[in-house]
């Protein structure tokens, strides 16, 4: 039997063609194999928008500890403690609370300033060459600038901060199981959580007005943060918070570009953007899915999944079923796209959303006004293939 047409098989990679291929193959998954069981790697994969939303909503049985399931990690060490993503209630919903209050709309609001500067310092650093490349010049430096600045960490760190981040986001260049590649990115991570300890540290004895401060300090039912939790939280911020709004501006102008007609509208009326952004996250989200652990026995859709089995949420797959999304393939800046999955959902939805609206939403603004046009020329575009994230490493424009 065919298993391509069986709608098995493996799924094409992102990098073959931006996509395309990868979603015609999930459209076959939703119709034909919505609850489905690879046989290699044992992993489950939920393809169906319902299906996502029931696991997503059910964290006692869908957990995030992945660590528990996994021989040898424990997940309870130095390095663990902190990091909301693997993390289930009750414990997460406590750091939840305490880190939360500083991730508001109106908490990143006040960051607006600042962000414009570093965007019009990036964009202005560029303007006179006519050409550009997205990603280098522009969409990975300004994350990691913006949490930096988040964090109070002092401004002349900020080659040390691009530095340990382009080393630590080179992870489709090496092999995870080589020894040596993984020691490399082991000694980078520990200089990385080094330097924030003695920052952590600094901010313990001196407070200053910087969410390092605020997290040292702040209390819920009686409970505050381990240093330990403090470090490794403000390394999540640096991991989760910078590679995918990278790629996700760079999503934006890649769509652009191919709807010409969405880029004027957008560009005439720039109430349009935040609607623009959303679009995006459905129609070609960064975070393309993620795990979950079974604690016990469920049945989904028509499947018996028992407990202890791993499942991926294929996050991209949910965004386009036909059954949530009219006509899902047409990129529409109109449609209210707020429900997709590009944030995630449930308890886990993404902390950062408005801080990664706001930053998108300045960046494409200051675009706009500083290039009367923008075109890719640069084809074909070079992917990222790494599975778990869609998006370019490079996007060069003209403008
Ligand atoms: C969680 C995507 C920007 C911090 C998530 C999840 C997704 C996501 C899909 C859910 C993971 C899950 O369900 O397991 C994105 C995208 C971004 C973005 C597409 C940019 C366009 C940011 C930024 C920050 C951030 C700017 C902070 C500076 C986090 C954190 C979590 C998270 C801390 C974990 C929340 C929890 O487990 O409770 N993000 N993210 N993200 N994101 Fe983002």
Same mark, same amino acid.
């Given at each position: 039997?065919?298993?391509?047409?069986?709608?098995?098989?493996?799924?094409?990679?992102?990098?073959?063609?931006?996509?395309?291929?990868?979603?015609?193959?999930?459209?076959?998954?939703?119709?034909?194999?919505?609850?489905?069981?690879?046989?290699?790697?044992?992993?489950?994969?939920?393809?169906?928008?319902?299906?996502?939303?029931?696991?997503?909503?059910?964290?006692?049985?869908?957990?995030?500890?992945?660590?528990?399931?996994?021989?040898?990690?424990?997940?309870?060490?130095?390095?663990?403690?902190?990091?909301?993503?693997?993390?289930?209630?009750?414990?997460?919903?406590?750091?939840?609370?305490?880190?939360?209050?500083?991730?508001?709309?109106?908490?990143?609001?006040?960051?607006? %300033?600042?962000? &414009? @500067?570093? =965007?019009?310092?990036?964009? /202005?650093?560029?303007?006179?060459?006519? $050409?550009?490349?997205?990603?280098?010049?522009?969409?990975?430096?300004?994350?990691?600038?913006?949490?930096?600045?988040?964090?109070?960490?002092?401004?002349?760190?900020?080659?040390?901060?691009?530095?340990?981040?382009?080393?630590?986001?080179?992870?489709?260049?090496?092999?995870?199981?080589?020894?040596?590649?993984?020691?490399?990115?082991?000694?980078?991570?520990?200089?990385?959580?080094?330097?924030?300890?003695?920052?952590?540290?600094?901010?313990?004895?001196?407070?200053?007005?910087?969410?390092?401060?605020?997290?040292?300090?702040?209390?819920?039912?009686?409970?505050?943060?381990?240093?330990?939790?403090?470090?490794?939280?403000?390394?999540?911020?640096?991991?989760?918070?910078?590679?995918?709004?990278?790629?996700?501006?760079?999503?934006?102008?890649?769509?652009?570009?191919?709807? %010409?007609?969405? &880029? @004027?509208? =957008?560009?005439?009326?720039? /109430?349009?953007?935040?609607?623009?952004? $959303?679009?995006?996250?459905?129609?070609?989200?960064?975070?393309?899915?993620?795990?979950?652990?079974?604690?016990?026995?469920?049945?989904?859709?028509?499947?018996?999944?028992?407990?202890?089995?791993?499942?991926?949420?294929?996050?991209?797959?949910?965004?386009?079923?036909?059954?949530?999304?009219?006509?899902?393939?047409?990129?529409?800046?109109?449609?209210?796209?707020?429900?997709?999955?590009?944030?995630?959902?449930?308890?886990?939805?993404?902390?950062?959303?408005?801080?990664?609206?706001?930053?998108?939403?300045?960046?494409?603004?200051?675009?706009?006004?500083?290039?009367?046009?923008?075109?890719?020329?640069?084809?074909?575009?070079?992917?990222?293939?790494?599975?778990?994230?869609?998006?370019?490493?490079?996007?060069?424009?003209?403008?």
């Amino acid at each position: 039997m065919d298993l391509r047409q069986s709608g098995m098989g493996k799924a094409p990679a992102y990098s073959l063609d931006g996509g395309r291929s990868l979603h015609r193959w999930l459209r076959d998954m939703r119709q034909h194999h919505p609850v489905q069981r690879e046989p290699l790697t044992r992993v489950w994969t939920l393809y169906r928008y319902r299906d996502i939303i029931q696991a997503t909503a059910d964290p006692a049985t869908f957990s995030s500890e992945l660590w528990r399931y996994l021989p040898g990690d424990r997940g309870d060490d130095a390095l663990t403690a902190g990091n909301l993503t693997a993390m289930d209630p009750p414990r997460h919903r406590l750091v939840r609370d305490l880190v939360s209050r500083s991730f508001t709309a109106r908490a990143v609001g006040a960051l607006r %300033p600042r962000i &414009a @500067a570093i =965007a019009a310092e990036l964009i /202005g650093a560029v303007a006179d060459r006519g $050409e550009m490349d997205v990603v280098a010049d522009l969409s990975d430096p300004l994350p990691v600038l913006v949490i930096g600045e988040l964090l109070g960490l002092p401004m002349a760190d900020r080659e040390l901060l691009s530095d340990w981040a382009r080393r630590l986001l080179s992870f489709d260049k090496g092999d995870l199981t080589d020894e040596v590649v993984r020691k490399r990115v082991a000694d980078t991570q520990q200089e990385l959580l080094d330097y924030l300890r003695a920052h952590c540290r600094r901010r313990r004895t001196k407070p200053q007005d910087d969410l390092i401060s605020r997290l040292i300090q702040a209390e819920v039912d009686g409970q505050r943060l381990t240093e330990d939790e403090v470090v490794n939280f403000a390394n999540l911020l640096l991991l989760a918070g910078h590679v995918t709004t990278t790629l996700l501006l760079a999503n934006i102008v890649l769509t652009l570009d191919e709807h %010409p007609a969405a &880029a @004027a509208e =957008a560009r005439a009326d720039r /109430g349009l953007i935040p609607g623009l952004i $959303e679009e995006t996250l459905r129609y070609r989200p960064v975070i393309v899915s993620n795990m979950r652990v079974t604690t016990r026995a469920v049945t989904v859709g028509t499947e018996q999944l028992p407990a202890g089995q791993f499942v991926s949420l294929s996050f991209i797959s949910g965004n386009r079923d036909e059954q949530y999304f009219t006509d899902p393939d047409r990129f529409d800046i109109h449609r209210d796209a707020r429900k997709h999955l590009g944030f995630g959902h449930g308890i886990h939805y993404c902390l950062g959303a408005p801080l990664a609206r706001l930053e998108l939403g300045i960046a494409l603004e200051a675009m706009f006004d500083r290039f009367s046009r923008i075109e890719v020329t640069g084809a074909p575009v070079d992917y990222y293939d790494t599975p778990g994230v869609a998006g370019p490493r490079s996007l060069r424009i003209a403008f």
